[in-house]
């Protein structure tokens, strides 16, 4: 791509060694607690829908505005991990989201949440650099299973932090939980400060040329668009259930709070310890693999839900099965693109996150819809339609 070669200077080799144990897990637990912040409050959505007087499909707005501002930090903030050294990058983002988060713990109307929302989401677009980051200093024949790896902390991030969030919602209030969140980031920008090595970038264009070459990554590679079609089909697939699964447990079928409804993000976390196992399949059987496994389980887990649903052990059984699936498809999607150009990693990472992300945001406004106009029933329909998508674009699309 000789546009996109003019813009960059060559990616400096890095030892393998430079990647130990330690500095993997402490990515992992970096992803965790920064994901985590996006997902602090689906079940603390019908609570803070009673604080502001608003209907269910109202309160998902925060939901929504939350993973709006993670698209646009990933469409205009992750894309300086090649132009900017990353630690430093990292480091303002975490002090900008611990701000974020305590407006949020404090703010006196639901505009003010909402603008605090999406401010959050923009910051919290680290575990966006610092998988690059890991590819990057990652051997080759391992990065699937080391981008696994710190994916399983990313997904543990996601999943408890609704078992969290739940837990501290029923017992101390929504608006805790931020105020909580927000201490947790600042001493997590102290330790990354200390611990995490700095990384020279290989883009040496301007900004502008750098949001340009984006266009150019998404014109010249069809896995790159294929990768985000599916991957947004089925983060869309992912939010539509969590979303709307607290309404459901307080609806007449369960009758239970948010603790509940957290306790089931603890159960999905199990599901997270697929992540590396879906990277060594990466690695050794292809990508391609993989994500037809991925989106094969979620077809399952909305059947399930759809059956069972209204009892117990069909509840949990779809959960797991939901976010075993969604979890195997992406790890693999991130596995495929970051073989495709190795100095454009951050920004072939945009690309597909910006594409997940929207589908997420999609998949939050369109499971309160479904919600409100079609009960369990339609969120179930829906979900299994998104994830249907996902098949089609993965068998499909870019084969000419």
Known sequence: MPELATATIPLPARPAAQLSNALVWLMALTCGLVVANIYYNQPLLAAIGRTF??????????????QVGYTLGMLFVVPLGDKLERKRLMLLLLLGAAGCLAGAAFAPSFGVLAGASVLLGICSAVPQLLLPMAA?????????RIVGRIMSGLLIGILVSRTVSGYVGAHLGWRAMFEIAAG?????AALLAWRLPTDQPAFAGSYGSLMKSLLTLMRDLAPLRQSALVGGFLFASFSVF????AFFLESPAYHSGSDVAGFFGLIGAFGALAAPLAGKAADTRGPSFAIAIGIGLV???YVVLGLGGFHLAGLVLGVVLLDVGVQAAHISNQ???????????SRLNTVYMTGYFTGGSVGSVAGGLAWTHGGWPGVCLLGAGFAGA????????GRG
């Not at 990057?136 to 699937?144: I, K, N, T």
């Not at 996902?390 to 699309?397: I, L, Q």
């Open 53 to 66: 007087h608003l209907s269910d499909s109202s309160a998902s707005l925060v939901a929504t505005a939350t």
């Open 242 to 245: 969590w979303t709307t699964l």
């Open 184 to 188: 947790l980031m600042l001493a997590l």
């Open 299 to 301: 077809l399952v887990a």
């Open 136 to 144: 990057h200093l990652a051997p080759e024949a391992d990065r699937g």
């Open 335 to 345: 596995t495929k693109i970051f073989s495709l150009v190795p100095e454009a990693r």
């Open 390 to 397: 996902a098949y089609v674009v993965s068998r499909f699309y």
